[in-house]
């Protein structure tokens, strides 16, 4: 049972006639089993016969028509998928239509599993680039680095191509090989061009990513993902670290976290909590959905104090996890409320290979409540979908009788602030030069200190400071955003002319100074920088070990953690 969603890595005119009959009989064949599932559904369900079978027969009978004397040859495998995807976009987005050539990625959503080199990669100009290589895997073993561009695959050139289009030729079996060029920037500024040759292998997403004790006696342990093995990567992280140490409290962090697998969220709650507990419950129009499920395993451990940090995009089996946890009273939520997502999603198969991921249940957690924040079966005249407003949300108790509420995700315990970019640090991030500077240091520096200590001296900043002096990175202040805003007022109401020498002299006096903003935005430019660079000799963990001690949630965390009063304040009965 599916959650949640993941990243991305990575003939004759009579041949044609012969394709496309076999594909109209195919589109047939899938319009002519809907029809017959629909209409086996009737023989149990009380639905108008008259309108399903009517619709049916108009849509068929109008791609008879459209194929038949429409005036170019059309593509009946396209336009079938067109007009699923149409009518599923009527319903939620988590509903999906997947054709058979798309399984592969849909295998890596729940799996977290594929054949390749093992590399994030995106679009940097006209190359494909790779953003970061995954611990462990060829691509790092290869000694390739994030900013190296993709120049060839197999010997073919991969200018303009688009990121899928490249990913495809770097994944394939596990075992086979593949020839890369990349174009890597050197320490002068200047490029060079390498080729090496890559063995694929299997490559397992870990769920985990970073996991350590990060103070004296508190432990802290990301999780990006509810694939396979989610709950087993805690579980062993979590003893890893009392190996250690003993701990005095833990930080489980699913900030960002869009989910994933039903089950795996019960074990990652089963890890701090008992054998045979309640985590979630789902409730569906049929009732094989309707299903309560419980911890199974023995856990590792019941009684240290336990924070989750969540947020706006924590989803899902994130939700799962920080609610059921905060409904036993296991942990204080620390963070955002979360995105609101309490539907169940299932896949049913289909003809030639394809699936379908449906919506059949809500899920509720130990209180009883369902945390889905927008109901799509009722829409605005728009089309918009609704929100549940305050209102219409239900008061629930957790098991120390606490107050919690239904309707709108997790509610935190403790609710803090997101860090908000400067805009001069958004204009940096978004324009690349974060990432670009990172490479360049790392072509000037073989290493660092290890990541979690690593940080910039002042003439290293500096540095950065005067390599960005005549590059593009230009932005919008608040200020002359709202004097924007004034001057759009003012035309609109007649009074611009009357205005316009007090407005021109305001926006000369306001307008930006690039120097000044870095030296303001300084802290969390350097911040950002520093873990874009520790990211280049450590990769993902050492980014999260490098982002810790600047993170407020995490700071906020140790400090309630510290605290055995205010934690017992939190979690008992108001």
């Known amino acids: 049972m599916f959650v949640g969603r993941l990243p991305t890595e990575e003939v004759s005119s009579t041949g044609y006639q012969k394709y496309n009959m076999m594909s109209i009989c195919k589109s047939t064949r899938i319009v002519l089993l809907i029809t017959g599932a629909c209409m086996a559904l009737l023989s149990f369900r009380q ?5 399903i079978t009517k619709n049916l027969d108009i849509f068929i009978s109008l791609y008879k028509e459209l194929n038949t004397y429409y005036v170019d040859t059309l593509q009946p495998d ?7 995807t149409a009518m599923l976009d009527d319903l939620d987005p988590y509903t999906d239509f997947i054709p058979e050539e798309d399984m592969d990625e849909y295998r890596i959503q729940t799996t977290g599993k594929y054949g390749g080199i093992g590399a994030i990669i995106g679009t940097r100009g006209e190359w494909v680039t790779i953003t970061e290589p995954y611990e462990g895997c060829p691509a790092a073993k290869a000694g390739l680095r994030a900013g190296d561009k993709i120049i060839e695959v197999n010997g073919k050139s991969t200018r303009n191509q688009k990121t899928d289009e490249v990913s495809s030729m770097l994944k394939g079996k596990p075992g086979t090989t593949v020839q890369v060029k990349i174009r890597r920037l050197t320490a002068d500024g200047s490029e060079q061009d390498m080729t090496v040759t890559l063995t694929r292998e299997e490559i397992k997403i870990k769920n985990v990513p970073y996991y350590g004790i990060i103070e004296e006696g508190i432990g802290y342990i990301r999780l990006i993902n509810f694939t396979d093995r989610a709950g087993a990567e805690v579980r062993m992280a979590l003893q890893q670290m009392q190996s250690k140490a003993k701990l005095k409290g833990v930080i489980l962090d699913v900030r960002g976290n869009p989910g994933g697998l039903l089950h795996e969220a019960i074990h990652v709650a089963n890890v701090f909590v008992d054998r045979n507990v309640e985590i979630v419950s789902t409730k569906g129009k049929m009732s094989e959905w309707d299903k309560t499920f419980f911890t199974t395993q023995d856990p590792v451990d019941t009684k240290v104090p336990l924070v989750v940090l969540a947020d706006g995009g924590s989803a899902s089996a ?4 920080s609610g059921a946890l905060q409904d036993l009273d296991r942990a204080v939520i620390i963070g955002q409320k979360t995105y609101g997502k309490g539907l169940v999603q299932s896949t049913r198969s289909l003809p030639y290979g394809a699936k379908l991921k449906i919506t059949t249940a809500k899920y509720y957690i130990p209180s009883g409540r369902c945390i889905q924040a927008i109901n799509y079966a009722e829409r605005n005249e728009d089309g918009s979908v609704k929100h549940i407003p305050d209102s219409l949300k239900n008061a629930f108790k957790t098991r120390n009788g606490r107050t919690v509420y239904d309707g709108g995700g997790i509610d935190p315990d403790i609710v803090t602030e997101p ?22 240091f790392r072509a000037r520096h073989e290493s660092i200190p290890d990541a979690a200590s690593f940080a910039l001296t002042e003439e290293e900043y500096d540095a950065f400071v005067q390599w960005l002096a005549g590059k593009e990175y230009d932005y919008t202040t608040e200020s002359e955003k709202m004097l924007e805003e004034l001057k759009a007022a003012s035309e609109k109401e007649k ?5 316009r020498t007090e407005l021109e002299s305001l926006k000369k006096n306001m307008s930006h100074d690039k120097l000044n ?15 874009e660079i520790a990211s280049r000799y450590y990769l993902s963990s050492g980014r999260i070990a ?13 400090e309630i953690l510290r605290d055995e009063q205010q934690m017992k304040k939190i979690l008992a009965k108001k």
Not at 422 to 439: C, E, H, R
């Open 419 to 440: 860090e908000k970019l400067a805009n001069i640090t958004a204009s940096l991030v978004s324009k690349g030069l974060l990432f670009d500077y990172a490479n360049l």
């Open 78 to 84: 396209k336009l079938i998928k067109a007009g699923a």
């Open 47 to 51: 639905v108008n016969f008259f309108d």
């Open 318 to 321: 994130s939700e799962i996890v």
């Open 546 to 558: 490098n982002s810790i001690r600047s993170d407020g949630d995490i700071r906020k965390a140790v």
């Open 495 to 499: 009074y611009y002319e009357s205005l």
């Open 517 to 531: 903003d870095l030296k303001k935005a300084k802290s969390q430019i350097k911040s950002m920088l520093e873990e």
